[in-house]
Each structure stands twice: as structure tokens, then as C-alpha cells.
């Protein structure tokens, strides 16, 4: 299996630019498209831990709309094939440091997230 092939690795970046960016301008149609529509998908959140596109897409709808701003710190997108990657990133927020990771798999509609995490580090004293 080829690791990183660089045009593979350029979809993938650009799939994850677009996801952040509708992250902190809160487009929920964009962060929705980019989840796989399936119960399988999970995404295990700071505080919420969802099981399946519903949950996720309901968390989306719900959550607060402003103090989404943050600064990434270090990215690293990992291609294994041509039709699954890893993206891990570590990002600042309001003096806090978090860390995501995401599994995106190629599908016949495009590059979509089947699995995430976000977590904060414990504020430092």
C-alpha cells in the first residue's frame, strides 16, 4: 500500500481545509456533508460522545454558534491508499490546547469523516 501519494494527500488537505473552515464559521451543511451518513459514523466530542450520523447532525444543530475561533498549532494528514486517510491536528482556543483526529474514507460522493475525536488538555496552573 502507498503512503502519502501526493495527489491523494492534496484531496484529503483540502477536505479537511473546507471541514475547519465550516467549523469556526459554524455551516452546519457543510459539516454535515462532510460526515459519512451512516450509524456507523462516531464522533467523540470534548463533552459528547455521538454514535451514528443523527446524533452528530443533531449536535451540530443544537450547539452554540459563536466562540468557535481557533488557531491550529500542527497538522499532519496521512494517506494510506487512495481511499483512506487520517488527519490529527492540535489547535489553540481560548488559552486552551485540544487535539482532533478524524478518519476520512473516499466514498462515490467524496472524502467523508466516519470517525472523530476532540479532547482539551487540563488547563495548565
Do not use: K
Request: one cysteine or more; charged letters at 20%.
Amino acid at each position: 500500500m502507498d503512503i502519502d501519494i501526493p495527489e491523494v494527500v492534496a484531496e484529503v488537505t483540502a477536505a479537511f481545509q473546507r471541514y475547519e473552515a465550516a467549523l469556526v464559521a459554524n455551516d452546519v451543511a457543510v459539516l454535515d456533508e462532510l460526515f459519512w451518513n451512516d450509524p456507523r459514523t462516531i464522533r467523540y466530542g470534548a463533552t459528547e460522545i455521538l454514535h451514528g450520523y443523527a446524533e452528530i447532525m443533531a449536535f451540530r444543530a443544537s450547539r452554540p454558534s459563536v466562540g468557535l475561533e481557533r488557531t491550529l498549532l500542527r497538522t499532519v494528514i496521512t494517506t494510506h491508499g487512495r481511499d483512506f486517510a487520517t488527519a490529527n491536528t492540535t489547535f489553540s482556543r481560548n488559552g486552551r490546547i485540544g487535539r482532533q483526529s478524524q478518519c476520512w474514507v473516499r466514498r462515490p460522493e467524496g472524502w467523508r469523516v466516519v470517525a472523530a475525536h476532540v479532547s482539551l488538555m487540563p488547563p495548565t496552573p
